[in-house]
């Protein structure tokens, strides 16, 4: 089955960029989605598409994906950034939906 | 606004059964796929099943594949899972989850959970 990968964790300084890998064989043939996870809270789409943002999300928040590598980039991060980012795709061989492990962000 | 509101969970012995349910408003139900997806608190995300709008279609993870069953009732707004033979592995947060359009497309509407314990 289909694997993704991710960093367990990110730190980013407040006002400067954090970068959040999600790896697997061929990703950039996919679409992926990006969820943001707050404690206590369900997830919340972040990006869609790759590259897409939903109504509501700040313009801070972008994604890319090609080769084996999609990319969820938080500019300007502020501390209410601070969560789990997980990405997420659908693989066509195996019909299932597949999420990735999760990175926990910290801006401090 | 688009709501999505699970019922159900429960502390359940090993080997029982249980089902849930979850009541949407706010969109028009029929014309989407949806999902069930867990998370063990503190920990990732794990997809459990999707089924497609008409419910024609449905899909399982291996890990729960024979012994739960997703369901729909489109008239009464409605998603089920029921879940058989439960072990401590199944403990999990279940949230329902809607696609924004086809099953390759992302989620963009979930619900607050249920919390499902299985212990003896």
């Known amino acids: 089955s289909y694997v993704l990968t991710q960093a367990p964790s990110v730190s980013v300084a407040p006002g400067q960029t954090a970068r959040i890998t999600c790896g697997g064989n061929n990703i950039g043939s996919k679409s992926v989605h990006w969820y943001q996870q707050k404690p206590g809270q369900a997830p919340l789409l972040v990006v869609y598409d790759d590259t897409d943002r939903p109504l509501g999300i700040p313009e801070r928040f972008s994604g890319s994906n090609s080769g084996n590598t999609a990319t969820l980039t938080i500019s300007r991060a502020e501390a209410g950034d601070e969560a789990d980012y997980f990405c997420q795709i659908w693989d066509g061989s195996s019909d299932h939906q597949v999420f990735g492990p999760g990175t926990q962000v910290t801006v401090l | 606004q688009v709501q999505l509101v699970e019922s159900g969970g429960a502390l359940v012995r090993p080997g029982g059964s249980l089902r849930l349910s979850c009541e949407a408003s706010g969109f028009t139900f029929s014309d989407y796929n949806m999902n069930w997806i867990r998370q063990v608190p503190g920990k990732g995300l794990e997809w459990v099943s999707y089924i497609i709008s008409s419910s024609r279609h449905t899909s399982y993870a291996d890990s729960v594949k024979g012994r739960f069953t997703i369901s729909r009732d489109n008239a009464k707004n409605s998603l089920h899972l029921l879940m058989n033979s439960l072990t401590a592995e199944d403990t999990a947060i279940y949230y329902c989850?809607?696609?924004?359009?086809?099953?390759?497309?992302?989620?963009?509407?979930w619900g607050q959970g249920t919390l499902v314990t299985v212990s003896s």
């Open positions: 989850a809607r696609h924004k359009g086809g099953i390759a497309s992302s989620i963009d509407f």
